[in-house]
């Protein structure tokens, strides 16, 4: 199985260590699904920074096909993060998306030529690349994450060209869960899935609901636990077309990046004190 995912990369910044790890829900997925046993590449923006010194060093490491990859001159994406009271991991701020956000990455024929040697493609709300939804949809069939991005108008926009809908539902009841199921699945998407946090997440197949519960663990960093479950799915899914199979591999992935620190590791010393001074 071939994936591919186009957009967002980040570094997360993470205070109480002084590191930053890779991330970003499209890199996420890329190097999740690689792990997971699938052929994976990925596109994006990369920055001319430290930062995108690593994420192009580990992206190497993890056997990612780069071959498509941009780097410019600017800072590459960065989120602060810090333990809550409840020592739950929150985004503090961010340079919302760096580079690849001021620049927008624009897709050429090349481009198309990669992406027509792909099972699918993932792309994400925080990518920007709704616009190009249609022309994805022509070469590999395309699956999208909403994170927590439910205006029924967007949903409404961007379900018709996808095969597979994500969403993250934690901060919603069962009921409006099955609600934004309902109507994603109307609007077009072909397979609509809602994660709840600790609780089973929701997927529905032709009007049919499965419910698949986490794996109890002891969580040390919740970060990239969704971005998991999505790349454990998909390549699950697409290697055996087996959905209670794939569904169990999905919550087996999340359960296993909450044992971690960062979406998959890979953590590297940086300081933003020690860069304001």
């Known amino acids: ?44 923006i990369v920055g001319g920074d430290e930062a995108g010194d690593h994420v192009l060093k580990v992206l190497k490491q993890e056997g990612i096909d780069i071959s498509r990859i941009r780097r410019a001159y600017g800072q590459n994406g960065m989120a602060v ?4 009271e409840q020592g739950e991991r929150v ?3 961010s340079n919302k998306g760096g580079i690849q956000s001021e620049l927008g990455l624009i897709l050429t024929e090349e481009d198309a030529d990669f992406i027509a040697c792909h099972d699918i493609v993932h792309t994400s709300v925080y990518s920007r690349m709704e616009h190009a939804l249609i022309e994805l949809g022509k070469h590999a069939a395309v699956s999208f994450d909403f994170s927590t ?11 018709p060209y996808l095969t597979y809908a994500f969403f993250s539902g ?14 994603a699945s109307r609007f077009g998407a072909e397979m609509v899935c809602v994660t709840r ?4 997440a929701l997927f529905c197949r032709e009007g ?20 998991s479950f999505i790349a454990g799915f998909l390549t699950a899914y697409m290697k055996e077309r ?9 919550a087996e992935t999340a359960a296993d990046t909450c044992l971690i620190y960062g979406a998959f590791g890979c953590g590297h010393p940086f300081s933003l004190k020690d860069r304001a001074n």
């Open 1 to 44: 199985m071939k994936l591919l995912a186009i957009g967002d990369n980040v570094v997360d910044y993470y205070e109480d260590q002084d590191m930053f790890y890779p991330g970003g829900n499209a890199l996420n997925v890329a190097v999740l699904s690689k792990r997971a046993g699938a052929e994976a590449s990925y596109i994006g």
């Open 81 to 84: 993060v810090k333990l809550n």
């Open 91 to 93: 985004f503090v701020r």
């Open 149 to 159: 991005n439910y205006e029924r108008e967007y949903v409404k926009r961007v379900c």
């Open 170 to 183: 934690s901060g919603l009841t069962k009921e409006e869960c099955l609600q934004l199921i309902g109507d």
């Open 197 to 200: 946090g600790e609780e089973s």
């Open 208 to 227: 049919s609901i499965i419910e698949q519960p986490v794996f109890p663990v002891r969580a040390i960093d919740t970060l990239g636990a969704g971005d």
């Open 242 to 250: 087996d959905l209670k199979k794939a569904l169990m591999s999905a």
